[in-house]
């Protein structure tokens, strides 16, 4: 019973073609008989939309937030989906997500929603825009807000030990 099975929501930035996407979708793939998975692009990058779409039972909200222009309104909107879909696990997969998700779920409801955050190895070693830095600085200071974060290899785990972010 589709019911029955735990709600995951994802929250990503955007779903153009990249590797925190094609994660996302595998993911997904792998999980798919066991979990039930609703989809939250804070952008309308949506390249990968009808394949996230094609996995039976998923369903994908675009926010059509300007990329790379802070809008307080995905914050607003991403709490009252999370009040209407009643997640059992928010599953944010990059900082702007972080971020989001981390105040959303505090604002959705009394319950505590559990959060997991997913890093790549993107923190140092490239160039980032100030909107990209403030970001970075904000979820070092969160990070003690998720329940669980989750690297995709050793070098994102010491990009993250080193850049100050707490497990």
Known sequence: NNALRPHILHVINGLSRGGTETALLRHIEDTLGIYRHTIISLTSLDQMRGEF????????FLLRANRGVPD????????RLIRLLKPDL???W??????????ACR?????HIPL????????MGTKHRFSEVIALRLCRAMSGQCDALVA????ALCQLNQYGFRP
């Open 116 to 123: 997991v955050w997913s890093a790549r190895s993107l923190i």
């Open 107 to 111: 604002f959705a409801c009394g319950v």
């Open 90 to 92: 928010v599953h944010a």
């Open 72 to 79: 307080p309104r995905l914050l607003f909107r991403c709490t």
């Open 94 to 103: 990059l900082p702007l997500s972080w971020l989001i998700s981390t105040v």
């Open 152 to 155: 995709n290899s050793h070098v």
């Open 53 to 60: 779409e094609a996995l039976a039972g998923v369903s994908v």
